[in-house]
């Protein structure tokens, strides 16, 4: 689905890592752990509509299909590159992903369309005004009593993992990355009106402490 012309920044910040950033998340933020445990967290069902939200190169929304063969997965992003390596990623996977070009503040989505929004390494890279904006679009767009399942940086578990995320907080910049170090995600949830926001794990990594949320929509 083609999309206005923004900027936007890339995965890794650089375009030219792009083609780096499978291997790279792979191996510094215990990838295959977090991802399983949060879709075990949103536990799609048959029939139900999935949204994965700055979906990069289409890993999870692969796993989603894999594991719920009967859901309908919908992957974002506002890269065309990583899209273009998700769609082929499905493929070689043999599963069928609907992948959408677009941005999280102005989803290209009906009220109410999502049974499950899922995102995971995508709030962090958001300016505090964007963060909030894109909040209100996944609660417009869940349906009543729908979830929002998120894994991204979250507050330091101790003075390592503190220490250990100042890289993250650098490259992606101090502001952009403050509430989620400060463990407010769950905060910007409830300003969004979605309810029985809380955060659920965290996990070591050499970046830091990884965390998992959930939220839902009002019934």
Known sequence: MPTESREYLPALRFPFLTRIYDPVVR?????????????DQANPGPGQRVLDLGCGTGT????????????????????????????????????????????????????????????????????????????REIARVLRPGGELHVADWGRASDPVMLAASFSIRLLDGFSNTHDNFAG???ELFEEAD????????RLRTPFGSLALYRARRPS
């Open 60 to 135: 999870l929304a692969i796993q989603v299909k894999r594991r719920q063969a009967a859901a309908e997965v919908v992957g974002i992003d506002a890269d065309p590159e990583m899209l273009e390596r998700a769609e082929a990623k499905a493929a070689e996977a043999g599963v069928e992903l609907q992948l959408d070009e677009g941005y999280s503040d102005a989803l290209p989505y009906p009220d109410e369309s999502f049974h499950l929004v899922l995102s995971t390494l995508f709030f962090h890279h958001l300016d505090p005004a964007a963060k909030r904006d894109t909040l």
């Open 194 to 201: 979605l309810e029985a926001a809380a955060e659920t794990r």
């Open 27 to 39: 191996l510094t933020t215990r990838e295959g752990t977090f991802k399983r445990l949060l879709l």
């Open 184 to 186: 407010a995600l769950p």
